[in-house]
């Protein structure tokens, strides 16, 4: 059976140490321990590294010490994931200052992934996002990509 790709975008493994939503920091230390079993293809974007790079001391390390408990592969920032980003912003998908979110989203489009996990409410895991990557994945020839909150993904296992 193929292993589903997951993209996670930085609020996930930010939400690891989120201690002022203790629930969301719960539901991501349950999806990261999914995570580790490795059955499951991971992916994140070198925009990740950079955004959890601006991070201040303790948390950047704290955050890069946790993705190295999980094995992962680096999606570059290529000539494709820009131009596909440019299309979500010229479709309106989300607007320039958000280029970064539409990085996110071109990265794991371009790789195929099969979702895209993140706890980004205002950008991403909305209805808007969602049904506007579509429509120009569609157009441009792209498949269709998921986009969930960690909790969504682990259902009703967290209560197991």
């Known amino acids: 059976m193929k292993k589903l790709r997951l993209y996670l975008d930085t ?19 349950l999806f990261w321990e999914k995570l580790k079993a490795n059955k499951h293809e991971i992916f994140i974007s070198s925009t990740v590294i950079v955004e959890l790079d601006k991070c201040s001391e303790p948390k950047r390390s704290w955050m890069h010490n946790k993705l190295n408990e999980i094995n992962y592969t680096t999606i570059e920032t290529s000539k494709e994931v820009k131009l596909l980003a440019d299309e979500y912003i010229k479709a309106k998908v989300l607007t320039n200052k958000s280029h970064a979110d539409c990085l996110h989203i071109s990265s794991a489009v371009i790789k195929e992934c099969d979702l895209i996990i993140s ?17 120009v994945n569609s157009i441009n020839s792209y498949k269709e990509i998921g986009i969930i909150t960690p909790n969504i993904f682990i259902g009703d296992e967290k209560d197991e």
């Not at 996930?12 to 230390?29: G, Q, R, Y």
């Not at 706890?119 to 429509?135: A, D, G, P, S």
């Open 11 to 29: 609020s996930v493994i930010s939400h690891l140490f989120a201690e002022d939503t203790p629930e969301k920091m719960n539901d991501t230390k």
């Open 119 to 135: 706890w980004n409410f205002k950008h991403l895991v909305n209805i808007n996002t969602i049904e506007n990557v579509k429509i």
